[in-house]
Each structure stands twice: as C-alpha cells, then as structure tokens.
C-alpha cells in the first residue's frame, strides 16, 4: 500500500470516528467501528485516543505509521447518523464498498431531525402522559401539555440560533416552569405540583448521563467523566431556570 492510499484511508477512518463521538455515541463504539473499518479498508492496525473534545488516531501498515489528531465539537445526540456510519462499516467490511465508496457516502451524511410542527406538540403529549401516570387530573395533564410544548418550541428556537447549551436549558425550564405553575396561581387543578414536576421532563439529559456511565465502566474515565461533568451542569442550569420561575411565581414565600 503506498503511503498517498494509506493517508486517504487514514483521513476517513477519522472522519468517521469524529462524526461518531460529535453525535453521541459511546466511546466504546467509536473504537470499534474505527478499527473495523480501517482493516476492511486494508489498514493492518488502527490506534485510537479519545478526549473529551479531541481524538488521535494512528494507522499502521507495512511498519510505517501515520497518526492524525482531529478535534471534536458535540452536535447533540443524532442516533440515525450513528447507525448509517455503522451501516457503512458493515457494507465495507462485506466487500460492498470500496474506500472512494466509503468517502461519497460519509460526505453525503447530514443530520436530519424531525420537523418543529409534530415535535412540539409530541414533547407535549408525552410529558402530559407522564403527569396522568404520577396521578394528575385532567386540568392538571393539560396544563403539563401547553406548558411542555411551548417550551420546547423555545428550546428548539434558541438551538436554531446556536446559544450556549446551558442558557437553552436554563430559559427552556424558566419558561415551562412559569407556565406550568398556572394551576398554583388560578386553583385550576387539584393536583398543582404534578405540571411542575412533568412538563421539565424534556430537560433530563439521560442520554449523556447513560453514555457517561457506560464509557466509565468500560474504561474510558476521561470522557466519561466529561460527559458526566456535562450532563451536570445541564442539569443545573435546569435547576436555576425553575428556581427562578418559582421565586417570581411566589412559591418560595
């Protein structure tokens, strides 16, 4: 293999690697798929480091070594890119694709993402089913509805505008507990508390904390830590958006 191919190979090893750990998968997969891939692209060996916001890989062929860093930067969590990617591996290690294959379809990948007029709206059903399963009545699921709904539309509304992750999560649960606390200040349910605890339900980060947990059994301490670390504070600025809600609203009085 001349050193040109083994570079090309190299570059989109790491591409994929890179997609893979910017939308969400775990660390250990990543690993996986990008040493399966080089060996079917014709790699005799692929090492690779993991951080939390950056990734070194070296491939090995004939005793020569090229090694490449590449940085990362979350895009959120993105399940279909995963499994594409991991389609791709498949395909290649059958023999279906070849490594300029392997590039046109990487390069065709885009993130797609459910249009805003049926996430709303489901956000909003699910979280109104899980206040009436904590036992709330009908007032009360409704207004779990409307107060999840509108701000995951606020949600989805800032990410189009690409703020801080933290200042989404902190406004999105300052919104949805402000309206949620309606059935306090009206006396329009009989079970007040439940819209306030359900309709925030869309802010736990249980992807992140179940990927933070995974690559730390599985060794990865690093960026298992980080993914925890970051799924905290997430969890936080959720914690300061409600707080605030609720001390306008008067409930700490």
Not at 109 to 125: A, D, F, Q, S
Request: proline share 3%; hydrophobic share 45%.
């Amino acid at each position: 293999m001349y050193a040109d191919t083994q570079n090309d190979i190299t570059r989109q090893v790491v591409r994929v690697a890179q997609l893979l750990l910017a939308y969400g998968a775990e660390s250990e997969l990543v690993e996986e798929i990008s040493q399966r891939l080089g060996y079917a692209l014709g790699l005799a060996g692929v090492e690779i480091s993991i951080s939390s916001n950056s990734l070194v890989l070296t491939s090995l062929v004939h005793g020569r070594c090229i090694t490449t860093t590449r940085r990362t930067r979350e895009h959120g969590i993105n399940m279909t890119i995963v499994c594409e990617l991991q389609r791709i591996c498949l395909l290649t290690e059958k023999g279906l694709y070849g490594l300029n294959e392997v590039r046109k379809r990487v390069s065709r990948i885009e993130p797609r993402t459910y249009p805003k007029r049926y996430l709303v709206p489901m956000i909003g059903l699910s979280c109104a089913s899980f206040c009436h399963l904590f036992g709330g009545d009908i007032a009360a699921s409704v207004i779990t509805f409307f107060a999840s709904s509108i701000g995951m539309f606020v949600r989805v509304s800032i990410a189009k505008h690409h703020f801080n992750l933290l200042l989404n999560f902190a406004v999105t649960a300052f919104v949805t507990t402000l309206i949620a606390q309606l059935g306090y200040q009206f006396s329009l349910t009989d079970t007040p508390k439940l819209p306030m605890a359900a309709s925030v339900l869309m802010l736990v980060p249980g992807f992140p904390m179940i990927n933070s947990i995974s690559d730390m059994v599985k060794g990865h301490l690093n960026v298992g830590i980080s993914r925890w670390g970051h799924a905290t504070l997430l969890t936080v600025s959720s914690v300061i958006g409600i707080t605030i809600a609720m001390q306008l609203g008067g409930l700490f009085l």
